[in-house]
């Protein structure tokens, strides 16, 4: 699944640029433009990575920021500050507080997104992987194909996009509606029971010669991919 950036950024102009461009290199992009508002939703729910104005409305980024790493959930939450400050006290000030990186405005589009994949890479060395495999599966992001056993299996955007989302974090469990939020998208009108149906599509497509399903159903939990599905290949390839 495309990693989400979440852009704390009070000025139009420039979050639609910046997620024009991000949206353009696969990225999933949300934004808020309050502090105080930005805050409660890193509570409810961590992206894969922050892009945080200095100056904004209600709560400062930089006290976002503070709180952000004395929280264990967001410790190591990837944070690119962004500031019209280019004082270099400024930019100790913000590297000191937590930010992983600190961009002065104005600045260029094509080494903003290549910071971002950085930091991306830097934190989870696998999510930016063209190709990830498990078992005897193998999915590429790039070309949209997945084989098992080393036949081609066909699925659907949809069942594509589940698998890719649940093999980056073989064993870990989501429930329904967290498939819902990042599969479809949190404003998508559907209900759990889709989920169901797209999940027993999925297996169906990965049935191979009776060979054990690696989609686990967790009773009253939801779905996830078994961590103990082994195969010839390894766990996961490199770009």
């Known amino acids: 699944m495309a990693p989400r950036i979440l852009i704390v950024e009070d000025e139009p102009a420039l979050v639609t640029l910046l997620t024009y461009n991000l949206e353009a290199e696969g990225f999933s992009v949300e934004h808020e433009s309050d502090g105080e508002a930005a805050e409660q939703r890193l509570k409810d729910e961590a992206p894969d990575l922050l892009v945080l104005d200095w100056m904004l409305p209600g709560l400062s980024g930089i006290e976002i920021c503070r709180r952000l790493r004395l929280r264990d959930a ?21 590297l000191k507080t937590g930010a992983d990186d600190y961009v002065v405005k104005p600045f260029s589009i094509p080494e903003f997104v290549a910071r971002v994949r950085a930091l991306l890479r830097r934190a989870d060395p696998g999510r930016l992987a063209n190709r990830l495999a498990a078992g005897d599966i193998e999915l590429d992001r790039e070309v949209r194909r997945v084989w098992r056993g080393g036949r081609e299996i066909i699925l659907g955007p949809t069942e594509f996009r589940l698998l890719e989302f649940l093999i980056e974090k073989p064993g870990r469990v989501y429930s329904r509606s967290q498939l819902i939020d990042s599969v479809w998208s949190r404003d998508s009108e559907i209900d759990e029971r889709t989920v169901d149906v797209h999940v027993g599509r999925l297996r169906k497509a990965l049935d191979h010669e009776r060979a054990s399903n690696p989609i686990r159903t967790v009773r009253g939990s939801g779905y996830a ?5 082994r195969g010839p290949f390894a766990t996961e390839l490199s770009e």
């Open 74 to 94: 967001t410790r190591a939450l990837p944070i690119i500050m962004l500031t019209a400050r280019g004082e270099e006290s400024e930019r100790i000030r913000g």
């Open 225 to 229: 991919f078994d961590e103990t599905y």
